[in-house]
Structures are given as C-alpha cells and as structure tokens.
C-alpha cells in the first residue's frame, strides 16, 4: 500500500517516485527522506569550467585571425553542444537520480545564487557554478556554499566584478572603477536579503571589500579560475553593517562574507526562501522559526537544517499544496513514466516553451516561487499541449505500475475521468493534468 | 460538439473582452476605443543618453567615454534635447507630434535594487504591493479588460479577474475532449478552472497563433499585442515588457542594440494597431535612471532619475516635458543622480484622467493620492 504519508515525502520534497521506491517511503516517510541528503553526482564525462574557459579563448583567438583577414568565425558546433549539454545535465540528474531531495536542494540554491547564461562567454560558462561551486557544499555550512560561489568565475563575470577596482586602488589610476553590482546582490538577494537594514555605505564597503576578485584566463598550462588582483583592491578598512574590517587583501572580503554568512537576517531570510519552495507559497512563521534557530546552532549546516525541514509536523500539513513550477512538472511527469529524457536540445526547448529555461531567469533574483509566477492562463494550455505531446511519445513505452500510484494520489471522482479517457494517452494526459499532479 | 462551437462557447459564457463602456464609446463618436499600451523597461534604462540634454555642458565631463559626440546627435528635439540616434521611428513620430518624452521622472522609490524598484513601480503605492497593480486597479474602476504579453502576470495586471496573458506556443493544441475532461477535473480547484476557461477564450481570440523561429523577440510580442488589441472585442490595454537595460558595462553598444530592438518593436506594434493607433496612448517607464557619472567598465550604475516616454495616435507630442534639474554635483540626487523633478505615479493619473475620463479624485486614488499635473498629454 502507498500511504499518503509517503506522496508528500515524494512530491513535496523531492521530484516524485517510482512505484517500487513509494512502497519503501510508505514504512518510515521521514527515514527515507533523511537517506536522501547524501551528495549529487552530475555526469563526470562534461566539460569543467576550465575547458569552457579554454574553448572561449580558442574561439576569441581564430576570431581574431579571420577578421584580419577580412573573414567571419563561427563557434564550433562542438563548442554549442558541450554548453547545451552542461546546461541541460541538472535537469536530467534530477529525473534519474533516487536522492530527489537534495537535488530539489541544489536547484534551490541554484535560483537562489541564478546566474544567466546571456553572451557566448556566460553562455559557456553559467551552469559550471552549480556544478563546481554548489553542488559540493550543498550539505555543508551556508558559509562555505556563499564564499565558494562569490568567487566563482561565473558569479565575478555575471554581476561585472571581474573588473571592478576600488577608487584608491592602484588600477584606478588607470581608469578602472569601482563596480557595484556584485555586492550589492549579495545583501540583496543572496544574504540578508532587501529588507536586512543595509544602507548604500554598506553596499560601497562591501565592494571595496571584494574589489580585485577576479577571474584568470587559462594561460601558459595554469587553469582558468579565481584570482585575487591586489592592484584593484581598494586599500585601508572598511565598515559594513556597523563592523569594522582591517584586514588586508584578500582575507578582508572572506571575513565580510563571513560575518553575512553568521547574520541572523540571513539565517532569516534563507530560511523563509527554503520553507517557501519546499512547503508552502505562504511560509509559516513556526516553521521558518524551527530553521532560524537551527541555523543559529549549527552556524548555518545546511543538513541539519533540512534535517530539521523534514521533522517539522508543519511541513507534512499546509492548507494549499503548492503549484509545480514547470521545472518541477517536466522532472516530476518524466519520472513517473520511469523515462529519461534522450536529448538534451529538446528537453531545454521544453522548458523554454514552458517558460522555465535553465541558467536564463535573465535576473539575479532567479525563478519565481509562487503560484503567481506560473499560473497565466497561457502558461497553463502550454503545459497541457506539453503533457498531451509526452503522453503520446515513446517515453511511455516503459510504463507499468501507475494504476496504484494515481489510485493513491488522486480523488476517486478524477481516477475514474483518467480511466474512462478515450485513449491510453489521453488518459496519461489528464493524469499530468490532475489537480493533484500539478500540485504537491 | 465540434472544435470551434465549444471554444467560442467557452469564450461567450466568460464575456472575457465585453465592456459595456467601450460599446458606449464607439457609437458615441467616430473615434476608436482609447487603448492604453503599458511598457516596463526593466534593468534601468540611462535616461541621459535617450532624451539627451545636449544643452547642458555638465553631461560630458561627467561621461568622458561614453557620451555620444555632437555630431552622433542628428535628431534635435524641443529646448536643446535630442533623441537617441537609434530611435528613428521614435523621432519621425515627434516630428509627428505623437511622440512626447518626459524627462526627469522618478516614481518615489529611493532605493538601488532593480527588483524591488520594478515592483514599486508596478504597485504604484508608497508601498510594495506584489498582487496589487496599479493598471489593474484603473482596469477595475473603468470596468475594462487588459492582457499582458508574458509567460505570467507581471505585478501591474495582478489583482483583477479581467486580465489574461498572451505568449505565443510552439507546441501542437490539444483535442477539444481533453479540454472538456479537464473542465470536468478542475471542480475541485476553482483557480486552475478560471485559468483553463480563460486560456481557451484566449486561443479563440488570437486563432491559436505558433512561435515561429523568431518569436519571443520584442518585435513578434509587439505585433501580436498589436493583433489582439485590434480585433473586434479586444482588451483596452495591455502591457509588454524590455529587459536588458542594467548596462553597467559596454553601454554604447548595449544601448545601441536594445534601443533599436524597442524602436522596431514600437514600429510593429503602430503597424498592427491600424486604425485603433490613432486612439492609443503607449507609455514607456523603467524602474529608475542610472548615475550621471560613468563608471569604470564604460557603463553607469544604478541611479534615481530617468524618463518617462509617452507615444501614440493619442498623445499630444512635439515638445519635450519635465523641469531639468541641471547635472553640476550640487543639483545631483546624493551628488550622483540625476535628480527627479516630477513624479511618475502623478503622470499616470494625470494620463488615466485624460485618456480614459478617470475623474481627477478617483485617478489620485490610484495611486494612494498623488497630485495631478496641469498639462495636456492626450491631443
């Protein structure tokens, strides 16, 4: 028998289940949830920043050799291939992997700290941050996940402080400037969030603090990757949020990102983001107060706080399940057909059309997380012409068992329309139609 | 029941374009329905380089590398501005008298975060609104009917009933009897329901128009809100947005690319307005302007002033409004922006009085009670 109990551990928490894993989650819900925060694996055989990194460079210099003489170079179909590949590679993890969980964590935090894939530089390199820099600390401490992505070459290029040098630096002689924008997303969206009491002096320290982060070049054998020029830092001591910084280089900007990491606006703030994409478009105050101390005990561990996510009665009752976003409806819809999407090109067009790109939110702030965001009345024929399309596919060639899943999840009145449909696909097509599939 | 019978059921028992204030107006004169276009540009568009102050000799010390040179600047405007010289079509409808740039406008929202500002803007209150819009509270008094060119509502059109959203699909419709199940289905969810109903109403109206190869750019978007607006029973508004605006870098190319993109979207759209053009008033706004300095990647950064577009058959143009604040560091906002002499929310309800007959009173209470301004802007 497959409890209901076990539906929600599947569908709220994670991606949903096969039938066989659904009767594992019906004996203990919480147990088999906990086994899942183990660590994601994306397909080792893609290329690595360094290799995105090094295609640019190759790509710039034969440009440049043709337009001397006078000719136009085109990226490599190679090239295209491995970005469409690296970007499309989460989406299909998380439709094959059994830890649903933590891969719902990671594309958390991926739209948490979004980056677009816009130019044929961050086209390249967008989705290698996911990979390199939060994927490994996706079960660690919330401070080590924020520095390793605010030094990340994909964060640097796309918020333009790869450039950035202080007023006072020695580059700023040479006309370089100060750039803003990276820190003032990190208090905005990545940290204590809008509302976290910051002023304009505030965002300025900050950028002083991070000036000189920047991004190498593969060159001469050494990779592509971090790099801290010291002429762009900006010299002497900083004051953010009523703390003074004296230390030099670049340990200033790390204990900056700290002590943002340690705030308990933060703690806040991501802890209200977390509840509202797992559990509810409304989060609730207990719960988000449950993580918030959590958070406060472990110093940010981000296991013990989805630990304490999964604990919480709050987060087995709401009033309103929440409704997929596109993203969650192709993942979810594949992995009850038990299939794996064969192309990768067709499944980001998918999400495209469906209006969920990944790495092309085109906005810091990432993906919305509320119904409002994914409710239009065309978005919604979109998802019905999409569910009609895969239910007549070959995608459904392996499918067996869903009587007793769609028995459990639906109500009796809408299991009896899916039954009685005219044909097998439209019968599967009004399942992915279901309220109840739509919702988790 | 065949394809077409359903839907154009579907569409009647829903009224979703039927305002009874419109048909009034038709009769009563010659004039078409007066539409009312809405576009956000979002990113922060840089003022200064669009309705350009060519008279003020503060602009390019303060833009050593990036203000454009005298003799780039082919496109002069009313009191020493000039037009961006990628706004061709922009220009010929000044010229026309149908174009009418306000600059200096600011809608009150003192902080730097594009986000917030955007919603700000959308709101149109002193404070965030997130499902409260200022275009669906006027759609609400007036008992009119909007759609919004997008993949979902965007905070200006949230909060009313008679609102739909229009994105063109690439993929194949479905049958007539899945949709008939899923009605059935959707009892039990009233919100899915009232968004199927709607989006086969909407499929009727624009003959369940596909994305083609180059569709979801600015100017396919333009001429479909175009199309829809001018059948028959069309919506009275609707709003389109631009993104890519946040140039704080590289920002002479990046202007030059996306103020072409909007010129030829805007031409589009005039196109495919026909007659109805000569009754829209098109307003063009982006959450705030950006700092009058240039920064050290050949960009701006996020600032406080910036301009307000109004365009259409509607619009009295020909002159440019708005009291210049002047660009010397003292009359800069916190002695880097340009400062805001007037106000957006104001503009709007001095527009919504004019275009659509809002009374003063109840079009200051759109947007928690501004003050009109005393100008005309609809001809």
Redesign the interface.
């Known amino acids: 028998m497959i409890t209901k109990q076990a539906l929600i551990a599947a569908n709220r928490f994670g991606y949903g289940a096969s039938h066989q894993q659904l009767l594992v989650a019906s004996k203990d819900p919480k147990q088999w949830l906990k086994e899942q925060l183990t660590a994601v694996e994306f397909d080792p055989t893609l290329p690595s920043l360094n290799d995105m990194a090094g295609y640019l460079v190759d790509y710039q210099k034969k440009k440049k050799e043709q337009k001397k003489l006078g000719k136009s170079y085109k990226r490599p179909k190679a090239h295209i291939d491995a970005a469409r590949r690296l970007m499309a590679d989460s989406t299909i993890q998380a439709i094959a992997m059994d830890n649903s969980i933590s891969w719902r964590l990671l594309d958390f935090f991926s739209n948490h700290f979004s980056v677009s894939a816009q130019g044929p530089q961050m086209s390249a390199i967008a989705p290698t941050l996911e990979r390199e820099a939060i994927g490994p600390n996706l079960l660690g401490s919330f401070n080590d996940l924020l520095i390793s992505v605010i030094k990340h070459p994909a964060m640097l290029l796309y918020l333009n402080n790869e450039k950035s040098a202080g007023n006072n630096s020695k580059l700023a002689r040479k006309g370089r400037g100060l750039n803003e924008n990276l820190a003032r997303e990190i208090l905005e969206l990545h940290t204590v969030g809008v509302n976290g009491g910051y002023s304009q002096q505030d965002v300025i320290a900050l950028a002083n603090g991070i000036s000189g982060w920047s991004f190498r070049r593969p060159n001469n054998g050494k990779p592509a990757g971090f790099t801290f020029r010291r002429r762009a830092h900006e010299p002497g001591s900083q004051t953010l949020l009523g703390k003074s910084y004296r230390q030099q280089g670049i340990k200033q900007g790390e204990a900056m990102l700290q002590a943002l990491a340690s705030h308990p606006g933060t703690a806040r703030y991501v802890s209200t983001k977390l509840v509202r994409h797992f559990i509810s478009d409304m989060p609730d105050p207990v719960l988000v107060n449950k993580l918030v101390k959590r958070w406060q005990q472990t110093n940010g561990n981000l296991k013990q706080i989805m630990l304490t996510l999964i604990d919480s009665q709050e987060s087995w009752a709401v009033a309103d399940n929440k409704l997929k976003t596109p993203r969650d409806f192709v993942i979810s819809s594949f992995r009850l057909l038990n299939a794996t999407p064969k192309k990768h090109r067709a499944l980001i067009r998918t999400l495209s059309t469906l209006g969920q790109q990944p790495f092309k939110a085109g906005s810091p702030a990432g993906y919305g997380d509320s119904a409002s965001h994914w409710d239009g009345a065309n978005a919604l024929m979109a998802r019905i012409d999409w569910a009609a399309q895969l239910a007549g596919s070959r995608y459904t060639r392996g499918l067996t068992n869903i009587e007793q899943q769609l028995t459990a999840l639906l109500t009796p009145q809408n299991y009896k329309t899916v039954m009685r449909a005219e044909s097998r696909q439209q019968s599967l097509t009004l399942a992915l139609m279901s309220p109840e599939f739509q919702r988790r | 029941m065949d394809r077409r019978q359903f839907i154009s059921g579907t569409a009647a028992s829903l009224a979703l374009w039927h305002t009874q204030s419109l048909a009034g107006a038709v009769t009563a004169s010659n004039k078409t329905p007066p539409k009312l276009i809405w576009i956000v540009l979002?990113g922060a568009l840089d003022s200064l380089e669009v309705v350009i102050p060519t008279f003020d000799s503060g602009l390019l010390p303060l833009r050593p590398t990036i203000g454009l040179a005298k003799n780039q600047l082919q496109q002069p405007m009313h009191k020493g501005f000039a037009l961006h010289p990628s706004l061709k079509h922009l220009y010929s409808w000044y010229q026309n008298k149908q174009l009418l740039p306000i600059v200096a406008v600011g809608s009150g929202f003192n902080?730097?975060?594009?986000?917030?500002g955007q919603d700000y803007l959308e709101s149109g209150l002193n404070i965030i609104a997130?499902?409260n819009g200022w275009l669906s509270r006027a759609i609400t008094l007036k008992q009119r009917s909007a759609i919004?060119i997008?993949?979902?509502?965007p905070i200006s059109l949230?909060g009313s009933d008679s609102v739909?959203?229009?994105?063109p699909?690439?993929?194949?419709?479905?049958?007539d009897?899945?949709?008939q199940?899923?009605q059935?289905?959707?009892q039990?969810?009233p919100?899915?329901l009232k968004?199927?109903n709607?989006?086969?109403a909407?499929?009727n109206l624009t003959g369940g128009q596909k994305?083609t190869k180059s569709n979801g750019k600015f100017k396919t978007l333009a001429t479909g809100c175009g199309q829809l607006m001018s059948t028959p029973d069309g919506p009275d508004c609707a709003m389109l947005e631009l993104?890519g605006w946040d140039t704080?870098?590289n920002q002479n190319n990046r202007l030059k690319r996306q103020l072409t993109t909007l010129d030829d979207g805007l031409a589009a759209l005039k196109l495919s307005l026909g007659d109805y053009w000569s009754n829209t008033a098109v307003v063009i706004a982006t959450e705030f302007g950006r700092t009058a300095k240039e920064?050290?990647?050949k960009?701006t950064?996020?600032g406080t002033g910036s301009a307000l577009l109004l365009a259409g058959g509607a619009v009295a143009g020909g002159r440019v409004l708005g009291q210049w604040p002047g660009l010397a560091q003292h009359q800069l906002f916190?002695q880097r922006d340009l400062q805001a002499t007037s106000n957006t929310f104001s503009w709007l309800a001095t527009l919504l009085n004019q275009h659509w007959q809002i009374a003063p009173g109840a079009a200051s209470n759109l947007f928690d009670g501004v003050s009109l301004y005393n100008e005309q802007l609809v001809s």
């Open positions: 979002r902080k730097r975060s594009h986000f917030d997130h499902e919004a997008a993949q979902s509502t949230r739909n959203t229009w994105y699909s690439k993929l194949k419709h479905s049958s009897d899945l949709y199940s899923l059935k289905m959707y039990s969810d919100r899915l968004k199927l709607d989006g086969l909407l499929r994305l993104g704080h870098n920064n050290g990647t960009g950064d996020h916190e």
